[in-house]
């Protein structure tokens, strides 16, 4: 199992959800509309009607509305309110698979011309007489190369303005740290201390 991010519709960061180690890439997810009915009797029938077209009716429903999305790609570290960017995502997931289609074609036609010149020359050979044949043909099988994939996390940026930005740093800036506070504290409690033993020997 691995933490990862869930975001809104807009891509902004909500919260982490714990998912199976094989989980990838960017899946959607949604949450149900509430259905108000006042009679019973319209419950059962919309039961039944659900009952009979279950066949039909999936995740996407317009009984579900999107809410976000679950992306198997970790959060760069550095970012204040991390934003995923969807759409571009979405458009190169789809050029991804395009250029991965035309790949895969690419490499099955050359697979066959390949097979189509060892297969000829191997009919060459044995329409030979026996003792003018030389060596058997060489088949040269062809290698796949899948095109090569962006950086995912590059789809990260950062989901807050630059004045946002500034103005939490200030304010964590302001405030003491913990160290500080303690340090205060302590001096506190011996001025406190200090006092009462003043007044219980003033006495």
Known sequence: MKLVPKVN?????LEDELVDDAFSGVVPFYTPSSLTLSDTSQQLDIHRLTDSSSSTIDGTSSE?????????IPVPPGLYHP???IPAWLTYEAEFNQKLIEAQNAYEQLSKEAQAVFQKLHDELRNKPENERGDEPVYFAQTFTAPERRDPTTFWSEGLSE???KELTQKAEQQPSETDQLKQRIADLEVTLTQFMLGSTGK
């Open 83 to 85: 934003r995923f960017d």
């Open 9 to 13: 519709t807009d891509g902004l960061y």
């Open 163 to 165: 004045e946002a930005i």
């Open 64 to 72: 579900s509305t999107l809410a976000g999305y679950t992306v198997g």
